[in-house]
Nanobody, 113 residues
Framework: QVQLVESGGGLVQAGGSLRLSCAAS????????MSWYRQALGKERELVAA????????NYAESVKGRFTISRDNAKKSVYLQMNSLRPEDTAVYYC??????WGQGTQVTVSS
């Protein structure tokens, strides 16, 4: 069955960096667009970054442009989110998303001020 397993979350001070990873299985990874979403406490889930199957033209939320970078490795069936210059408002559970329907379990990112 389809599995998306995120890792790399944690606690970091403002200005720090984290790299999230998402390992995929159970589907043809290279054929799916991949994205990262996040959901802060009491807020709706929002798109952070998305990458097409062709590994070009990434899309970012305005709030993370210039700080976050999404990438994928089709050979490893993985997608990554490099997060730099983290801010307290980046605190959320981050979810890996494949295609239209598949979600990971989420990984907590907490940025302290």
């Amino acid at each position: 069955q389809v599995q998306l397993v995120e890792s790399g979350g944690g606690l970091v001070q403002a200005g720090g960096s984290l790299r999230l990873s998402c390992a995929a299985s159970g589907f043809t990874f290279s054929r799916f667009s991949m994205s990262w979403y996040r959901q802060a406490l009491g807020k709706e889930r929002e798109l952070v970054a998305a990458l097409t199957r062709a590994d070009d033209s990434p899309n970012y939320a305005e709030s993370v442009k210039g700080r976050f970078t999404i990438s994928r490795d089709n050979a490893k069936k993985s997608v990554y989110l490099q997060m730099n210059s983290l801010r307290p408002e980046d605190t959320a559970v981050y979810y890996c998303h494949a295609g239209l329907y598949y979600w990971g379990q989420g990984t907590q990112v907490t940025v302290s001020s």
